[in-house]
């Protein structure tokens, strides 16, 4: 199971970092990722990390303004999100994934968490 937590409300240009904890499995076996789902939309990716924690990919959209991280003796995963702007906000999901890699395909990924609300005012 992944408990996602860490979402709240913050000013454009503020920071929140987004936590994602597993319970009854241990992450290091999973390549893990950060995707968003604004209603009506299709479930997108924004980060992943491989199992080592030593690749991580980003959407383009996303790309030097978020930080994906990972603690496998703490079966944690991290989404450190900074410049934040009103387009980020959405319910934000981890996921974990037992392919080789990280993959952007929300389908490839075998757990998910519950999501968490990001709303970014302007």
């Known amino acids: 199971q992944l408990q996602a937590s860490g979402g709240g409300l913050v000013q454009a240009g503020g920071s929140l970092r987004l936590s994602c904890a597993a319970s009854g499995r241990s992450i290091s076996s999973y390549a893990m990722g950060w995707f968003r789902q604004a209603p009506g939309k299709e479930r997108e990716f924004v980060a992943g990390i491989r199992k080592s924690g030593l690749s991580t990919y980003y959407a383009d959209s996303v790309k030097g303004r978020f930080t994906i991280s990972r603690d496998n003796a703490k079966d944690t995963v991290y989404l450190q999100m900074n410049s934040l702007k009103p387009d980020d906000t959405t319910v934000y999901y981890c996921?974990?994934?037992?392919?080789?890699?990280?993959?952007?395909?929300?389908?490839?990924?075998?757990?998910w968490g519950q999501g968490t609300q990001v709303t970014v005012s302007s």
């Open positions: 996921a974990a994934t037992a392919s080789g890699g990280v993959v952007a395909t929300a389908a490839l990924y075998d757990y």
